[in-house]
């Protein structure tokens, strides 16, 4: 997901998206909805969190780190 786009869902969760780089934007989203921040932290790239919106940005952002 590129992130023109997450700054677009970053809006319309209430989260002010300046100056953020996408891994801190995402974390802020994760918290607006009631979860943890844990985007780009998934060990190897593997996360169990399937249903999460994130999960494919995850693994590959978390492989890269």
């Given amino acids: 997901m590129n992130?023109?786009?997450v700054r677009?869902?970053?809006r319309?969760?209430?989260v002010?998206?300046?100056r953020l780089?996408?891994?801190e934007l995402i974390q802020a989203i994760?918290?607006?909805e009631?979860?943890?921040p844990c985007f780009g932290q998934a060990p190897g790239g593997v996360c169990r969190q399937l249903e999460c919106h994130w999960h494919e940005d995850c693994r590959r952002h978390s492989r890269r780190h």
């Fill in 3 to 5: 992130l023109a786009t």
């Fill in 8 to 10: 677009h869902i970053a």
């Fill in 12 to 14: 319309r969760k209430g």
């Fill in 16 to 18: 002010a998206p300046e």
């Fill in 21 to 23: 780089c996408k891994r």
């Fill in 30 to 32: 994760q918290i607006a």
């Fill in 34 to 36: 009631g979860n943890q």
